[in-house]
């Protein structure tokens, strides 16, 4: 097993390639822009164009040697065909997208953090889609994504990007659990724990299971 991580940016294609080497996979990154205004860009581009550049990637991932794909960015997910492109160029494509149906199964109403809006709304749908009553909260930070890449203190982060204020809008609205909405907030996760006694929900555990190929418990 050989698996090629595409992210959005440097440091969240770096974070899944260190999940799959935590389980001695053999991973490569390939990121897709340089910095996280560049990919909300790219997202929200020509679908064509899009369409061209991921298959542009994907012909130099199969050149490279890995078997399959780990789609490690909400947004990303949220702005492209993953199952389109799998089929295009032979290569089982995964991402998080695949783990939302499961969580939204669980519940009746959750709030979700993303990065972005195209990513927000990639949540949603796949929840929806999965579980046609629940409801989803949302909200998006491109703030909280920056504060991430820079490498800021996770607690700092927490409070400079009004992240209680948030917690309390989820809480007063009936919100049953947290869901991290973007490949970049496992880095807040613990600090957003320590604000709410809703479970916040890390995804990247579930969809690294669905990549090495184990089957739910």
Not at 3 to 16: E, H, L, R, S
Not at 148 to 177: I, S, Y
Request: charged share 20%; proline share 8%; aromatic share 4%.
């Amino acid at each position: 097993m050989n698996v090629a991580v595409i992210a959005g940016t440097p440091v969240d294609t770096q974070m899944g390639v260190e999940l799959l080497r935590g389980r001695g996979v053999p991973a490569r990154g390939y990121p897709v822009s340089p910095t996280p205004e560049e990919q909300t860009r790219f997202q929200v581009s020509s679908p064509a164009g899009r369409e061209a550049s991921m298959d542009v990637l994907l012909e130099r991932i199969r050149a490279d040697g890995p078997d399959r794909c780990l789609l490690y960015c909400n947004s990303l997910s949220a702005a492209i065909d993953a199952p389109a492109l799998s089929a295009r160029h032979g290569i089982p494509i995964w991402t998080p997208m695949d783990v939302y149906g499961e969580i939204a199964r669980q519940y009746r109403r959750v709030g979700v953090l993303a990065a972005n809006c195209q990513g927000a709304a990639g949540v949603e749908r796949a929840m929806v889609n999965a579980s046609p009553s629940i409801l989803v909260l949302g909200a998006a930070s491109l703030l909280l994504v920056q504060g991430v890449e820079a490498g800021e203190p996770p607690e700092e982060l927490a409070e400079r990007c009004a992240l209680p204020g948030l917690l309390r809008f989820f809480e007063d609205n009936g919100a049953e659990a947290v869901v991290l909405g973007c490949t970049h907030f496992p880095y807040v996760r613990k600090a957003l724990q320590k604000r709410t006694a809703l479970p916040v929900i890390d995804p990247a555990q579930r969809l690294l299971e669905l990549v090495l190929g184990k089957k739910t418990s």
